[in-house]
């Protein structure tokens, strides 16, 4: 067990990594479009070639193939461009505490989409969690821009979408198979987008590239591994309640290297909103559902 406990940890810290690399990035001039593009297409190329050399045999079916280019050529491309242009407007560490409200999003979709009964514990879960999100909204050291606070939670809206559909799929075929057609179909997303607007470049400095490596590799590749390998030790409920120190570690990192301060009551609110998350996860581990987790961050 203290091995999923690491794994899921050393995915939350990739996660919790990917705004800090995402900011350098943007000091070297790298646009959204590039860092995204080469995000999801390293991370193809290395499922795929997984899959090759490990798996070997593998097919999906015509219906496994349109959700996946739904799952990575719809949403999990917007959330990863909403997530991502937030922390153009807001510090990181909001972002990250910002789309930690997608539980409380998956739990009033799957009331809705899979008809899951809202328990008294849910609903005061739910309700736990957006009060924390007042106080981190209603307390601000500066001027909050709202455009970065409607995307991080678009983000989060988004995600939850992508949780409740990509979990049908997940339970059908294996997670190494998904993420590698998701990281696909988002990769040419933002190729085509990228050469259609013509943000798509490649000439920037060395440190550019040392980020998106950053980003491909240990905050996409090796997160994802890594979650999936722990969640597989710990149970997908202790999977998802432990990896919610990824915005605590944002959050660490971002004051660290940045000078991002949050007031006291932010900081308050941010637990509140992280512990209305772990409710929300433990009072739906006792209702019977469908979906499960993907790719993150």
Do not use: D
Request: glycine fraction near 8%.
């Amino acid at each position: 067990m203290p091995l999923g406990y690491f794994l899921i940890f050393l995915s939350a810290t990739g996660f919790g990594c990917m705004p800090i690399f995402v900011i350098y990035a943007y000091e070297n001039n790298v646009s959204l479009t590039t860092i995204l593009f080469l995000r999801f297409a390293f991370a193809s190329i290395f499922f795929f070639l997984y899959l090759l050399v490990k798996v070997k045999k593998w097919r999906i079916t015509k219906h496994h193939f349109v959700s996946f280019l739904v799952l990575g050529g719809l949403l999990y491309t917007l959330q990863s461009y909403f997530y991502f242009s937030s922390v153009k407007y807001i510090p990181a560490s909001l972002a990250a505490l910002l789309l930690y409200l997608y539980p409380v999003f998956v739990a009033i979709l799957s009331s809705v989409v899979n008809k899951e009964k809202v328990s008294k514990q849910l609903l005061i879960s739910i309700l736990i969690s957006l009060s924390g999100i007042a106080f981190v909204l209603g307390s601000p050291t500066e001027n909050i821009n709202f455009t970065g606070i409607l995307l991080a939670v678009a983000a989060a809206v988004v995600y939850s979408f992508y949780i409740i559909f990509g979990g049908r799929v997940v339970s059908q075929v294996s997670p190494v198979i998904t993420s590698a057609f998701i990281a696909l179909f988002a990769s040419l997303s933002f190729l085509i987008g990228g050469l259609y607007t013509g943000t798509l470049h490649f000439a920037f400095a060395p440190m550019g590239w040392l980020s998106i490596a950053g980003i491909a590799l240990f905050s996409s590749v090796i997160a994802m591994l890594t979650f999936f390998a722990g969640m597989n030790i710990t149970g997908p409920t202790k999977a998802s309640i432990l990896s919610m120190v990824e915005p605590v570690i944002t959050v660490g990192l971002s004051t660290l290297m940045f000078q991002e301060k949050m007031s006291m009551l932010q900081m308050i609110g941010g637990l509140i909103v992280l512990a209305g998350a772990v409710l929300v996860v433990l009072s739906r581990e006792k209702t019977p559902r469908t979906e499960g987790t993907t790719l993150s961050g």
